[in-house]
């Protein structure tokens, strides 16, 4: 991960699975970020008591409360960010969080749907409207003219279960909600490459692949990938991201996934 060399990450979802485990290998690199911000709902709940023991080993992590149904809470907490900061800018934004439900195409509901779209698709559209303005503020500060997550990028956590192409692991569980949120996520990705790439940010998509995690799991069987070795991957691919990069969506060993 020597290619990686950020001042500042803000990941979302953090309490738990992938974000945590990002959050835990961004800490244990070579030269890591002088700051790593891990937001989640509750920091102070039973759920975040991993992170708690991690922040109060590492000085230079700082936990941040973020609802990311919340306009509000997304606020405040780009404005924690901000002070914490002291004038510097966000060089990377993880969009994580994300919730999942196991329901068929005969029993999905308007308010299943509009939980998980709040989440998995308005979310991070939300968040990296509150955090463009650090965005901008890294990428000119910057150094280098070519996009790179060094310099400013958003990478949004997307699902081949939203690929239109593939529609991975239909036979292990339809999870339509689901499906579609992050097939609407792709497409924002792609709409944030197009809008930021004028401000040096860039955008893509990122499938972590089936992993072991709580919501990995939901579908009943036991998946092939590991927190560790997903996130190694994925963190090897934000090393690799350049300017041909943006508005991608790959998976966490650089393959192109189909849209």
Same mark, same amino acid.
């Given at each position: 991960m020597a290619g990686l060399c950020v001042r500042s990450a803000l990941v979302t979802g953090t309490n738990r699975g992938i974000g945590l485990e990002i959050v835990k290998q961004l800490l244990q690199m070579p030269n890591p970020p002088e700051r790593v911000f891990a937001a989640c709902r509750d920091p102070k709940g039973e759920r975040a008591q991993e992170l708690q023991h991690l922040a109060s080993k590492h000085p230079s992590l700082v936990i941040i409360p973020l609802e990311v149904t919340d306009p509000t809470s997304i606020q405040a907490a780009a404005a924690r960010v901000r002070e914490h900061l002291k004038g510097s800018g966000l060089n990377l934004l993880i969009n994580n969080a994300a919730i999942v439900l196991n329901r068929t195409l005969d029993m999905e509901t308007l308010q299943d749907m509009s939980q998980v779209?709040?989440?998995?698709?308005?979310?991070? =559209?939300?968040?990296?409207? !509150?955090?463009?303005?650090?965005?901008?503020?890294?990428?000119?500060?910057?150094?280098? *003219?070519?996009? *790179? %997550?060094?310099?400013?990028?958003?990478?949004?956590?997307?699902?081949?279960?939203?690929?239109?192409?593939?529609?991975?692991? +239909?036979?292990?569980?339809?999870?339509?909600?689901?499906?579609?949120?992050? !097939?609407?996520?792709?497409?924002?990705?792609?709409?944030?490459?197009?809008?930021?790439?004028? @401000?040096?940010?860039?955008?893509?998509? =990122? @499938?972590? $692949? +089936?992993?072991?995690?709580?919501?990995?799991?939901?579908? $009943?069987?036991?998946?092939?990938?590991?927190?560790? !070795?997903?996130?190694?991957?994925?963190?090897?691919?934000? %090393?690799?991201?350049?300017?041909?990069?943006?508005?991608?969506?790959?998976? +966490?060993? $650089?393959?192109?996934?189909? +849209?």
């Open positions: 779209y709040a989440t998995n698709t308005i979310g991070p =559209l939300l968040v990296s409207q !509150a955090f463009l303005p650090l965005l901008k503020k890294a990428a000119q500060g910057s150094p280098s *003219s070519e996009l *790179s %997550c060094s310099k400013a990028a958003i990478i949004n956590m997307s699902s081949s279960a939203g690929s239109i192409e593939e529609v991975y692991l +239909w036979d292990y569980g339809q999870i339509i909600s689901y499906r579609c949120s992050k !097939a609407a996520l792709n497409m924002l990705t792609k709409c944030q490459s197009l809008g930021y790439r004028q @401000h040096g940010i860039l955008c893509a998509a =990122l @499938h972590p $692949g +089936w992993v072991q995690t709580d919501m990995g799991s939901t579908v $009943g069987s036991k998946p092939p990938l590991t927190t560790d !070795a997903s996130v190694q991957g994925m963190l090897n691919v934000l %090393c690799s991201l350049s300017e041909k990069d943006t508005g991608t969506f790959l998976d +966490w060993e $650089g393959k192109v996934v189909p +849209w």
